[in-house]
């Protein structure tokens, strides 16, 4: 079965280090979400992109957070530099949806772990 | 604001019996809710839907109830198994222009079945 893959698994970094993170989406799927889960909150997203093209970023936090999708396969999402307030779980979810319309069902991969010292 | 608001974090039940979690949303324009589980360490996995042209979904175990009027849904579980012990997210779509759905999620309910 298909799979959204996230690497790495867990990353521990000191404050004002940079940080990336990969996502290989499930073949085929055109819309690629970047989450972004704080300790016993839900998902929120940060960054939506449809083929290599950013159709939201309004949650982004543009001046240390950057995301690419370059060829519209893959995806990095990076922070520079990261802070104490960014230790969360980076989700990475995908979907066959183009456009607008029905409900396809985004699946997520396992997340990366961030923690911040 | 929190648009969907799930206001149980935890709930233990035993195994056998129903788990009935909530979720309540003040967004009148969402027109699509889900249910994803996720156990640690894992992202989430998706459970069931429903469109808000329906009030009920069941699929197994599984049955999900929407009560537009109330800006209310429910995931009843029926038996509990242990296995289902896991974080639920209840969350919410509408439709938006030129692009794909988001999901906007509730801060989910922790499930506890005791054998």
């Known amino acids: 079965e298909a799979e959204v893959a996230q690497s790495p698994r867990y990353k521990i970094t000191e404050k004002s280090q940079a940080v990336a993170f990969w996502c290989d989406p499930i073949s085929g799927h055109a819309t690629l979400y970047w989450y972004r889960q704080i300790l016993g909150q839900g998902p929120e997203l940060l960054v939506q992109f449809q083929d290599e093209s950013v159709v939201d970023d309004s949650q982004l936090p543009k001046d240390r957070f950057s995301a690419e999708r370059l060829k519209g396969v893959d995806s990095t999402l990076k922070i520079q530099p990261a802070e104490l307030g960014d230790s969360a779980m980076y989700l990475c979810?995908?979907?066959?949806?183009f456009g607008r319309g029905l409900w396809e069902t985004q699946y997520f991969g396992p997340g990366t772990r961030l923690l911040v010292l | 604001d929190q648009q969907v608001k799930q206001n149980s974090p935890s709930l233990s039940v035993q195994e056998g019996r129903i788990s009935i979690l909530n979720c309540d949303y003040t967004n009148s324009m969402f027109d699509y809710f889900l249910w994803y589980k996720k156990y640690p360490a894992e992202g989430p996995t998706f459970l069931i839907s429903?469109?808000?042209?329906?009030d009920k979904n069941e699929d197994g175990r599984f049955t999900v109830f929407l009560n537009k009027s109330a800006k209310h849904l429910s995931l009843h579980i029926v038996p509990s198994q242990p296995g289902d012990s896991a974080v639920y997210f209840c969350a919410a779509s509408e439709q938006r222009a030129g692009s794909a759905r988001q999901l906007t999620f509730g801060s989910g309910t922790q499930l506890t079945v005791l054998p």
């Open positions: 979810a995908s979907s066959s949806a």
């Open positions: 429903i469109s808000s042209i329906k």
